[in-house]
Nanobody, 117 residues
Framework: QVHLVESGGGLVQAGGSLRLSCAAS????????MGWHRQAPGKQRELVAS???????NYADSVKGRFTIARDSVKNTLYLHMSSLKPEDTAVYYC???????????WGQGTQVTVSS
């Protein structure tokens, strides 16, 4: 089992930057995949970025070149560095971890990101 706590959301103007953090209750290298998802009002939750234990990253096309996923193994924390933010990035951002060998998903409580135009 793993407990995830996100932080770092807030209100920012278009073009600005934010850094989201996700603190895990156990070693992040014990988690097969960690990632960030987001859900805007009236829309389905979507993958933003993910990173595997071996460091392979994956990004949604809409955030490539603007967002960077990173991790700190000492702090057991996952980050999402967001820059050149757009109003359409407004959503609740969720941290997700997948454990194994039988895959099981764990989610954080979410953090709101609002980008004003």
């Amino acid at each position: 089992q793993v407990h995830l706590v996100e932080s770092g959301g807030g209100l920012v103007q278009a073009g600005g930057s934010l850094r989201l953090s996700c603190a895990a209750s156990r070693s992040i290298f014990s988690l097969n995949v960690m990632g960030w998802h987001r859900q805007a009002p009236g829309k389905q939750r979507e993958l933003v970025a993910s990173i595997t234990t071996s460091g392979v990253t994956n990004y949604a096309d809409s955030v490539k070149g603007r967002f960077t996923i990173a991790r700190d193994s000492v702090k057991n924390t996952l980050y999402l560095h967001m820059s050149s933010l757009k109003p359409e990035d407004t959503a609740v951002y969720y941290c997700k971890a997948i454990t194994g060998p039988v895959p099981r998903d764990y989610w954080g409580q979410g953090t709101q990101v609002t980008v004003s135009s």
